[in-house]
Protein backbone atom coordinates (compact mmCIF):
# COMPACT_ATOMS: atom_id res chain seq x y z
CA UNK A 1 0.00 0.00 0.00
CA UNK A 2 2.73 2.44 1.06
CA UNK A 3 4.63 1.66 -2.71
CA UNK A 4 1.35 2.13 -4.29
CA UNK A 5 0.67 5.46 -2.59
CA UNK A 6 4.24 6.88 -3.11
CA UNK A 7 3.92 5.48 -7.63
CA UNK A 8 0.67 7.70 -6.97
CA UNK A 9 2.63 10.18 -5.61
CA UNK A 10 5.62 10.73 -8.33
CA UNK A 11 2.92 10.57 -11.14
CA UNK A 12 1.11 13.53 -9.64
CA UNK A 13 4.48 15.31 -9.40
CA UNK A 14 5.21 14.65 -12.30
CA UNK A 15 2.22 15.99 -14.02
CA UNK A 16 2.03 18.83 -11.91
CA UNK A 17 5.82 20.10 -13.24
CA UNK A 18 4.70 19.04 -16.74
CA UNK A 19 1.88 21.53 -16.71
CA UNK A 20 3.64 23.82 -15.06
CA UNK A 21 6.36 23.66 -17.58
CA UNK A 22 3.77 24.35 -20.83
CA UNK A 23 2.34 27.38 -19.49
CA UNK A 24 3.51 30.81 -21.10
CA UNK A 25 4.07 34.01 -18.91
CA UNK A 26 4.40 37.56 -20.36
CA UNK A 27 4.49 40.64 -19.18
CA UNK A 28 1.51 42.57 -18.63
CA UNK A 29 0.79 45.16 -21.58
CA UNK A 30 -1.86 46.69 -23.89
CA UNK A 31 -2.53 45.17 -26.73
CA UNK A 32 -5.02 43.98 -29.72
CA UNK A 33 -7.01 40.92 -29.61
CA UNK A 34 -7.73 39.17 -33.06
CA UNK A 35 -9.82 36.21 -34.12
CA UNK A 36 -9.64 34.85 -37.53
CA UNK A 37 -12.25 32.95 -39.08
CA UNK A 38 -11.79 30.41 -42.21
CA UNK A 39 -14.80 29.11 -44.37
CA UNK A 40 -16.13 28.82 -47.37
CA UNK A 41 -18.92 29.84 -49.37
CA UNK A 42 -20.73 32.87 -51.15
CA UNK A 43 -20.40 36.11 -50.50
CA UNK A 44 -23.82 38.10 -50.52
CA UNK A 45 -25.25 41.08 -49.85
CA UNK A 46 -27.81 41.70 -46.81
CA UNK A 47 -30.15 43.95 -48.43
CA UNK A 48 -30.85 44.33 -52.64
CA UNK A 49 -32.51 46.41 -54.09
CA UNK A 50 -34.15 46.07 -57.94
CA UNK A 51 -33.88 48.86 -60.06
CA UNK A 52 -36.87 48.43 -62.34
CA UNK A 53 -38.56 51.28 -65.06
CA UNK A 54 -42.07 51.77 -66.14
CA UNK A 55 -40.83 52.27 -69.86
CA UNK A 56 -39.23 50.28 -72.09
CA UNK A 57 -37.14 50.26 -75.05
CA UNK A 58 -33.56 51.28 -75.89
CA UNK A 59 -30.95 52.57 -74.25
CA UNK A 60 -28.93 55.29 -75.95
CA UNK A 61 -27.39 56.58 -72.60
CA UNK A 62 -26.01 54.62 -69.73
CA UNK A 63 -23.23 56.81 -67.71
CA UNK A 64 -23.04 54.36 -65.24
CA UNK A 65 -21.85 51.51 -66.46
CA UNK A 66 -19.94 50.09 -62.88
CA UNK A 67 -22.22 48.69 -60.40
CA UNK A 68 -20.32 50.03 -57.40
CA UNK A 69 -20.28 53.61 -58.75
CA UNK A 70 -21.78 56.13 -56.42
CA UNK A 71 -24.38 58.60 -57.81
CA UNK A 72 -25.51 61.96 -56.93
CA UNK A 73 -29.20 62.79 -56.46
CA UNK A 74 -30.90 63.65 -59.43
CA UNK A 75 -28.23 62.35 -61.72
CA UNK A 76 -29.18 60.80 -65.02
CA UNK A 77 -29.02 56.61 -65.06
CA UNK A 78 -30.19 55.89 -68.29
CA UNK A 79 -31.83 57.47 -71.40
CA UNK A 80 -34.11 55.35 -73.41
CA UNK A 81 -34.54 56.00 -77.35
CA UNK A 82 -37.84 57.85 -77.94
CA UNK A 83 -38.31 57.75 -81.53
CA UNK A 84 -41.35 55.47 -80.46
CA UNK A 85 -42.66 57.52 -78.16
CA UNK A 86 -42.85 60.66 -80.02
CA UNK A 87 -44.31 59.20 -82.28
CA UNK A 88 -47.01 58.07 -80.25
CA UNK A 89 -46.73 61.53 -78.87
CA UNK A 90 -47.36 63.32 -82.01
CA UNK A 91 -50.37 60.50 -82.61
CA UNK A 92 -52.11 61.24 -79.78
CA UNK A 93 -51.53 65.27 -80.02
CA UNK A 94 -53.43 64.55 -83.27
CA UNK A 95 -56.27 63.05 -81.93
CA UNK A 96 -56.24 65.70 -79.35
CA UNK A 97 -56.18 68.61 -82.06
CA UNK A 98 -59.02 66.63 -83.91
CA UNK A 99 -61.15 66.35 -81.20
CA UNK A 100 -60.89 69.49 -79.74
CA UNK A 101 -61.91 71.03 -83.09
CA UNK A 102 -64.82 68.75 -83.31
CA UNK A 103 -65.67 69.98 -79.35
CA UNK A 104 -65.21 73.62 -80.62
CA UNK A 105 -67.78 72.88 -83.70
CA UNK A 106 -70.19 71.52 -81.44
CA UNK A 107 -70.16 74.07 -78.95
CA UNK A 108 -70.75 76.08 -81.87
CA UNK A 109 -73.97 74.36 -83.41
CA UNK A 110 -75.31 74.07 -79.63
CA UNK A 111 -75.20 77.73 -79.45
CA UNK A 112 -76.61 78.54 -82.81
CA UNK A 113 -79.52 75.84 -81.67
CA UNK A 114 -79.84 77.55 -78.64
CA UNK A 115 -80.70 80.92 -80.41
CA UNK A 116 -82.85 79.20 -83.14
CA UNK A 117 -84.64 77.78 -80.56
CA UNK A 118 -85.61 80.83 -79.03
CA UNK A 119 -85.86 82.93 -81.85
CA UNK A 120 -88.70 80.13 -82.78
CA UNK A 121 -90.33 80.00 -79.59
CA UNK A 122 -90.89 83.73 -79.64
CA UNK A 123 -92.32 83.44 -83.53
CA UNK A 124 -94.04 80.96 -82.92
CA UNK A 125 -95.56 81.98 -79.40
CA UNK A 126 -96.54 85.66 -81.66
CA UNK A 127 -98.42 83.62 -84.32
CA UNK A 128 -100.25 81.87 -81.93
CA UNK A 129 -101.45 85.02 -79.92
CA UNK A 130 -101.87 86.39 -83.71
CA UNK A 131 -104.20 82.98 -84.19
CA UNK A 132 -105.92 83.54 -81.47
CA UNK A 133 -106.79 87.17 -81.96
CA UNK A 134 -108.17 86.20 -85.81
CA UNK A 135 -110.00 83.17 -84.11
CA UNK A 136 -112.15 85.93 -81.85
CA UNK A 137 -112.28 87.98 -84.31
CA UNK A 138 -113.95 85.88 -86.46
CA UNK A 139 -116.02 83.56 -83.87
CA UNK A 140 -117.30 87.23 -83.23
CA UNK A 141 -118.23 88.04 -86.90
CA UNK A 142 -119.85 84.49 -87.71
CA UNK A 143 -122.12 84.99 -84.66
CA UNK A 144 -122.93 88.64 -86.02
CA UNK A 145 -123.40 87.21 -89.56
CA UNK A 146 -125.64 84.48 -87.81
CA UNK A 147 -127.55 87.14 -86.65
CA UNK A 148 -127.78 89.28 -89.39
CA UNK A 149 -129.11 85.99 -91.01
CA UNK A 150 -131.91 85.52 -88.81
CA UNK A 151 -133.35 88.77 -89.63
CA UNK A 152 -132.85 88.77 -93.05
CA UNK A 153 -130.09 90.85 -93.32
CA UNK A 154 -127.53 89.00 -94.33
CA UNK A 155 -127.25 86.12 -97.04
CA UNK A 156 -126.70 82.31 -96.27
CA UNK A 157 -123.97 83.06 -98.75
CA UNK A 158 -122.31 85.62 -95.97
CA UNK A 159 -122.69 83.16 -93.31
CA UNK A 160 -121.19 80.37 -95.22
CA UNK A 161 -118.18 82.82 -95.37
CA UNK A 162 -117.95 83.68 -92.11
CA UNK A 163 -118.01 80.30 -91.16
CA UNK A 164 -115.24 79.46 -93.56
CA UNK A 165 -113.41 82.70 -92.47
CA UNK A 166 -113.51 80.96 -88.51
CA UNK A 167 -112.91 77.90 -89.34
CA UNK A 168 -109.45 79.01 -90.78
CA UNK A 169 -108.77 81.21 -87.78
CA UNK A 170 -109.32 78.20 -85.79
CA UNK A 171 -106.88 75.96 -88.04
CA UNK A 172 -104.20 78.47 -87.30
CA UNK A 173 -104.43 78.12 -83.59
CA UNK A 174 -104.39 74.65 -84.16
CA UNK A 175 -101.16 75.30 -86.44
CA UNK A 176 -99.68 77.57 -84.13
CA UNK A 177 -99.91 75.84 -81.02
CA UNK A 178 -98.61 72.21 -83.02
CA UNK A 179 -95.54 74.56 -84.30
CA UNK A 180 -95.11 75.42 -79.88
CA UNK A 181 -95.11 71.62 -79.30
CA UNK A 182 -92.63 70.53 -81.80
CA UNK A 183 -90.22 73.38 -80.34
CA UNK A 184 -90.21 70.64 -77.41
CA UNK A 185 -88.91 68.29 -79.38
CA UNK A 186 -85.97 70.60 -80.77
CA UNK A 187 -85.31 71.40 -76.84
CA UNK A 188 -84.53 67.32 -76.43
CA UNK A 189 -82.47 67.52 -78.82
CA UNK A 190 -80.17 70.64 -78.07
CA UNK A 191 -80.60 68.52 -74.29
CA UNK A 192 -79.15 65.64 -75.95
CA UNK A 193 -76.07 67.80 -77.98
CA UNK A 194 -75.57 69.24 -74.61
CA UNK A 195 -74.92 65.58 -73.42
CA UNK A 196 -72.45 64.86 -76.25
CA UNK A 197 -70.42 67.67 -75.68
CA UNK A 198 -69.88 66.70 -72.62
CA UNK A 199 -68.78 62.94 -73.60
CA UNK A 200 -66.43 64.64 -75.61
CA UNK A 201 -65.14 66.66 -73.08
CA UNK A 202 -64.31 63.79 -71.16
CA UNK A 203 -62.81 62.00 -74.40
CA UNK A 204 -60.48 65.11 -74.50
CA UNK A 205 -59.16 64.87 -71.23
CA UNK A 206 -58.22 61.29 -71.38
Given amino acids: TAGGFFWWHERQLAAEEAAASSVQTAKVAYNDIKVSVQSTGLVASNHDVDIK ?3 SGNITVLPY ?3 AAKVQPGALLMQLDTTDEQRTLDSANAVVAADRARLKEAELNWEISKMNL ?3 RLKDEADLASAKAELNDATAKLARTKALYESKLESKEDVETAE ?7 AA ?6 AIEELKQTQITID ?3 QEMA ?8
Avoid: F, G
Fill in 199 to 206: EMKAQLDQ
Fill in 53 to 55: CKA
Fill in 118 to 120: QTS
Fill in 65 to 67: TDI
Fill in 164 to 170: TTQATAD
Fill in 173 to 178: VKTAIA
Fill in 192 to 194: TKE
